[in-house]
């Protein structure tokens, strides 16, 4: 069974950043996507960020030109680095791990919180 540990999220002031973490327990190179999600309290989850495995890269129109998705199949791990960052942003930040379409896999959630 795959383990995702996700890391990096905490409390941060308005247009500050963060950078999130996720290492994945077995390799990622094979991966079709690698995914970041969030879900705000009260709110649906929603795909945030997508990086495929062949190295495209995907995001919701709320976060782009502020958050870049990266991964480094060699380390089994994916960023989300988080530039600009909005109260709207603070939510549960969750990895996604799909190696095909058929398989999904989850972390435990990361907290980030935008607030002065």
Do not use: H
């Amino acid at each position: 069974q795959l383990q995702l540990v996700e890391s990096g999220g905490g409390l941060v002031k308005p247009g500050g950043s963060l950078r999130l973490a996720c290492v994945a327990s077995s390799s990622i190179a094979d991966f079709y996507f690698m995914n970041w999600y969030r879900q705000a309290l009260g709110k649906q989850r929603e795909l945030v960020a997508s990086s495929t495995i062949g190295g495209g890269t995907t995001y919701v129109d709320s976060v782009k030109g502020r958050f870049t998705i990266s991964r480094d199949n060699a380390k089994n791990t994916v960023w989300l680095q988080m530039d600009n960052l909005r109260p709207e942003d603070t939510a549960v930040y969750y990895c996604n791990a799909r190696p095909t379409v058929l398989q999904d896999f989850w972390g435990q959630g990361t907290q980030v919180t935008v607030s002065s």
